[in-house]
């Protein structure tokens, strides 16, 4: 019995988990709060309470289209809106670091002129002054300009990172969230025996490695033959992703891998702290 009543609320919890009913929920108490906290703090007995609120708060908008409409924006409106903020944001950085890389080309090219203007006032004198002179002004100000010029070019290239970082954020993204749909019960069979057939293959037993190496660091092991490899991108498990601008290549999961990779890393026992604790104080 015990065992029946843990069952009934790990279902429960596993599906009040579910968003889409999780913010269903949030929102119906939200809306529908008034004949809530009627029926927990009204003085009026059971009866007298259930009918004033079936009387005053039986509205089909309020007890479901509204909420429903509210939780079903959470899930597919909010997601979008958050990802734009974070394309903005991306945007505004570059185009700040663009307008400080611009103030300074300015910036050294006014003093540019001063040097320039300084060096003519310095021949004008000449006839005044030694010749000794007019060199070690030459090597100071050539100096300065050279010194400038390292930050010109430095900030040349801070600029051209950004810019790469912002196209490897991009291609990330697209990487990450193009997969991320959800499956439909045939989907999740077919893809069921589709994993039970693969794991009584020979390149599941490299999986493990692969399948962790490529969640944690978007790479093959060194040590992977690469007939392996190309089993699992013509299994439709792992893509290949060429960025030919920084010259690296990086792997994935595909949509089907991420599945197979659920079941694997599932399916999967876990010894507890205290039985790995028991093997090490084994004396053999």
Avoid: C, H
């Avoid at 019995?1 to 596993?14: C, D, L, P, Q, T």
């Avoid at 004949?35 to 708060?57: A, H, M, W």
């Avoid at 950085?93 to 060096?119: A, H, M, P, T, Y």
């Avoid at 045939?186 to 599941?204: A, D, G, H, P, Q």
Wanted: charged residues 30%.
């Amino acid at each position: 019995m015990k065992e029946f009543i843990n069952n009934i609320f790990k279902i429960s919890n596993e599906r009040l988990k579910n968003p889409l009913i999780y913010s269903f929920i949030i929102s119906w108490i939200v809306i529908n709060w008034k004949p809530i906290v009627t029926l927990i703090f009204s003085q009026k007995n059971i009866e007298e309470r259930v009918t004033y609120i079936s009387t005053n708060f039986s509205d089909n908008k309020e007890t479901i289209y509204y909420p429903l409409l509210i939780s079903l924006g959470y899930i597919l409106v909010l997601p979008y809106f958050m990802w734009l903020i974070e394309y903005l944001v991306s945007w505004a950085l570059s185009g700040r670091k663009e307008n400080l890389f611009n103030e300074k080309v300015f910036d050294l090219k006014g003093k540019q002129k001063i040097v320039e203007e300084e060096r003519k006032i310095e021949d004008s004198r000449a006839g005044k002054n030694t010749i000794s002179e007019l060199n070690t002004r030459i090597e100071s100000l050539t100096m300065i300009n050279s010194e400038k010029e390292k930050e010109l070019n430095s900030l040349k290239i801070d600029f051209n990172n950004l810019k790469k970082e912002k196209n490897q954020l991009e291609q990330y993204v697209t990487m990450e969230s193009s997969d991320e749909t959800e499956y439909s019960e045939e989907e999740k069979k077919i893809l069921n025996n589709e994993y039970e057939e693969f794991i009584r293959t020979e390149v599941s037993t490299y999986f493990d490695k692969i399948g962790t190496e490529i969640s944690q660091f978007k790479s093959i092991p060194n040590d992977t033959e690469p007939i392996i490899v190309q089993k699992l991108i013509y299994s439709g498990l792992i893509k290949k992703i060429e960025d030919n601008e920084n010259q690296k290549v990086y792997y994935v999961l595909s949509k089907k891998g991420k599945f197979f990779w659920k079941q694997y890393v599932l399916s999967k026992s876990i010894i507890t702290l205290e039985e790995r604790e028991k093997q090490d104080e084994l004396p053999f």
